[in-house]
């Protein structure tokens, strides 16, 4: 089994956006806008869950992987990469999780 990590797939995805719609996945999902990737996301997150809560552990592997690949596609869409993520990552281990968390409440 190969192993992929988030960084490889964010650059395959860039990669599958420059493709046409009749070759890409990724490709027809950005053409519908990011309001359809972000739906496909939320389906995504939703099946996820009830992996964890409901079924086996293949399954909950499979939608984790559906989940990752949906959330860096509506990133793309959005023009953010997983750098952008991880530094906001980085600002928030420097805290708590507690007081991050209460710190983004006040807002």
Do not use: F, N, P, W
């Not at 999902?29 to 309001?35: E, F, K, S, T």
């Amino acid at each position: 089994m190969s192993r992929l990590s988030i960084s490889d797939l964010e650059k395959r995805i860039q990669e599958r956006a420059k493709a046409s719609a009749e070759q890409s996945y990724t490709r027809k999902l950005l053409d519908q806008g990011v309001a359809h990737c972000a739906k496909k996301l939320g389906e995504e997150a939703v099946e996820t869950a009830l992996a964890a809560v409901g079924e086996d552990r293949a399954r909950l592997v499979a939608e984790s992987a559906d989940l990752l690949y949906h959330l860096l596609v509506v990133l793309q869409a959005r023009g953010v990469t997983i750098a952008d993520v991880e530094a906001a990552l980085g600002e928030r281990m420097a805290r708590s999780g507690l007081e991050e968390k209460a710190s983004r409440a006040r807002k």
